[in-house]
């Protein structure tokens, strides 16, 4: 049972590449989120989603895209990398409902030169 | 809206000291909390959950109890061991006005326990 894999786990960029994160999860859960995690700062929702095929904003979605094709991957991309967006990125599932608990994955640890 | 809070660290203990880290939540309905573990360079781990008032959520020597009327859920262990230096994290669950379930993170506590 791998729960839920983030690949790849590290990265660097330099300033302008692009790049797309994978999340895959092999539990079924329905909601699917994407965080960031900067040093001292907690978690950030970047975006989410509630199904396949469909996708939300959260609380800092600027610069980055999202795609749920299939219900088992959340994809995360960064079309123009830029240093602002060096961080550790998680990803999240779980099922529909208020007693549901979140799963993360180990993280992706990316940096942008 | 909904939001938690939970104190400042980092928190410094001797082993076998006790922990107490305080979590409060403000919530428009009747949600479920929650106490994750991050360990260094890992992801967050569920460490405890309770899904309705005065639940106690437990798990490795750790206890959370659901206070409605104080709207709080801190977390406690009795004998801290240096293996538990990690960063905890409060979060609570809630569903909003078109039924979609939101979930609602803390800040974080890192907790550091000398030998």
């Known amino acids: 049972n791998a729960g839920v894999t983030q690949t790849p786990k590290f990265r660097v960029l330099k300033t302008g590449q692009s790049m797309t994160l994978l999340c895959a999860q092999d539990m079924n859960h329905e909601y699917m989120y994407w965080y960031r995690q900067d040093p001292g700062m907690g978690l950030r929702l970047i975006h989410y989603s509630v199904g396949e095929g469909t996708t939300a904003k959260g609380e800092v979605p600027d610069g980055y895209n999202v795609s749920r094709l299939k219900k088992q991957n959340f994809l995360l991309g960064l079309e123009s990398a830029a240093p602002s967006q060096t961080s550790v990125y998680f990803c999240?599932?779980?099922?529909?409902?208020?007693?549901?608990?979140?799963?993360f994955g180990d993280g992706t640890r990316l940096s942008i030169l | 809206g909904d939001s938690v809070t939970q104190m400042e660290g980092p928190v410094t203990l001797s082993e076998e000291a006790f922990l107490t880290i305080n979590c409060t939540y403000t919530?428009?309905?009747?949600?479920?909390l929650f106490w994750y573990v991050q360990y260094p360079g890992e992801g967050l781990q569920l460490l405890l959950k309770a899904t309705k008032a005065d639940d106690k959520g437990s798990n490795k020597g750790f206890e959370a109890t659901y206070r409605k009327e104080t709207t709080s859920f801190h977390l406690e262990k009795g004998s801290v061991q240096v293996s538990d230096s990690a960063v905890y994290f409060c979060?609570?669950?809630?569903?909003?006005?078109?039924?979609?379930?939101?979930?609602?993170f803390g800040s974080g506590t890192k907790l550091n326990v000398k030998p």
């Open positions: 919530a428009t309905g009747y949600p479920s």
């Open positions: 999240a599932s779980r099922f529909r409902g208020i007693v549901q608990p979140q799963h």
């Open positions: 979060a609570l669950s809630d569903q909003n006005w078109n039924n979609f379930n939101k979930f609602y």
